[in-house]
């Protein structure tokens, strides 16, 4: 399926934004999923992920207390709020099912998130 991400821009540190997620397919209600970053010269990472119930979140110590994911099943979207932002936080931002931090997988095109200081 595709993996269509958006909300990303240009933000002042400080500032805030939310990025939006719609995967095609029919599983995302069963699939724990995860938003993942990249910035140049850098792996991939993985920086916040929820359960499939949206029970359980997990977060990267560099964003924890700052970013939140959440996900509506029934909207099929997957979210992430990101409050706080610093100039760090610049990277292209991707979501994907949460086993694809060991797995190979196919990616989306990505959400550009550029923090200014």
């Known amino acids: 399926g595709q993996l269509v991400e958006s909300g990303g821009g240009l933000v002042q540190a400080g500032g805030s934004l939310r990025l939006s997620c719609t995967p095609s397919?029919?599983?995302?209600?069963?699939?724990?999923m995860g938003w993942y970053r990249q910035s140049p010269g850098t792996q991939r990472e993985l920086v916040a992920a929820i359960t499939s119930d949206g029970g359980s979140t997990n977060y990267a110590d560099a964003v924890k207390g700052r970013f939140t994911i959440s996900r509506d099943n029934a909207k099929k979207t997957l979210y992430l709020q990101m409050n706080s932002l610093k100039p760090e936080d610049t990277a292209m931002y991707y979501c994907n099912a949460g086993y694809c931090s060991a797995n190979v997988c196919p990616w989306g095109q990505g959400t550009q998130v550029t923090v200014s200081s």
């Open positions: 397919g029919s599983i995302f209600s069963i699939t724990a």
